[in-house]
């Protein structure tokens, strides 16, 4: 489920389509609850006061962030983030971060230096 989800978030920027035209995308089991782009070095966590963020923030690329909301069963609400790198950063591969299990939280380091390597993560 969670590579359909990105593949479909991705097709329409392999289009030339911009970040916002992901909130578009209507899937049964899947609801977009954000999709924006996020200039180089403004990648504010959420969650977190401003000015206690990851210094490796800072340093990002641009891209565009899409947040989702899967729901596979009636009893599941599974959180994901989708980051892709804008323009020609890009180096045509996914890196897929995470945590196991019942661990409950999104990689934002670990998507960030899979970004800044020119991945597209998750």
């Known amino acids: 489920m969670r590579s359909l989800a990105i593949l479909l978030m991705a097709t329409p920027l392999a289009f030339g389509l911009g970040c916002d035209s992901v909130k578009d995308l ?22 977190n006061a ?5 210094p ?3 340093r ?6 899409v947040a989702a909301t899967l729901t596979p069963s009636s009893d599941s609400r599974i959180q994901i983030e989708v980051w892709m790198p804008e323009g020609a950063r890009w180096n045509g591969n996914l890196q897929s971060v ?17 970004l800044s390597e020119g991945y597209a993560t998750a």
């Open 60 to 65: 990002l690329p641009a891209f565009c962030r």
């Open 50 to 54: 401003k000015g206690k963020q990851n």
């Open 98 to 114: 995470g945590n196991g299990a019942w661990a409950g939280t999104i990689g934002y380091a670990a998507m960030a230096t899979a």
């Open 56 to 58: 490796a923030f800072t």
């Open 26 to 47: 209507h899937l049964g089991n899947m609801t977009i609850t954000a999709a924006e782009s996020v200039a180089a070095g403004q990648f504010q966590q959420p969650g």
